[in-house]
């Protein structure tokens, strides 16, 4: 079992940044691949970035450029650094983690979620 607990959420404006963090406990080390989601009022829930366990990185075309995801092996933690942050990345972000599989963004392949923190990034 791993228990996960989003923070770093907050209001910004366009073009500035937030670290999001992830705060795993439980089976860390077992988890081959570690996403970020996001979703928007009345949208679906979509992947913004996830890495697996040998570093593999695949990010949304949204996003490209724009983010990074990476894991603090120490802290047993997962992050995601927004940078250049737009109205449309307003949402509240999920991470999610799956022991095993290809590592896409799609949300139906992961069985780990925290309960999100809120992204506000004003125009």
């Known amino acids: 079992q791993v228990q996960l607990a989003e923070s770093g959420g907050g209001s910004v404006q366009a073009g500035g940044s937030l670290r999001l963090s992830c705060a795993a406990s439980?089976?860390?080390?077992?988890?081959?691949?570690m996403a970020w989601f996001r979703q928007a009022p009345g949208k679906e829930r979509e992947g913004v970035a996830v890495?697996?366990?040998?570093?593999?990185?695949r990010y949304a075309v949204s996003v490209k450029g724009r983010f990074t995801i990476s894991k603090d092996n120490v802290k047993k933690s997962l992050v995601l650094d927004m940078n250049s942050l737009k109205p449309e990345d307003t949402a509240m972000y999920y991470c999610?983690?799956?022991?095993?599989?290809?590592?896409?963004?799609?949300?139906?392949?992961?069985?780990?979620w925290g309960q999100g923190t809120q992204v506000t990034v004003s125009s």
């Open positions: 999610a983690a799956v022991a095993g599989g290809l590592c896409l963004l799609w949300r139906d392949a992961y069985n780990y």
């Open positions: 890495i697996s366990s040998d570093g593999t990185t």
């Open positions: 439980g089976y860390f080390d077992t988890m081959h691949c």
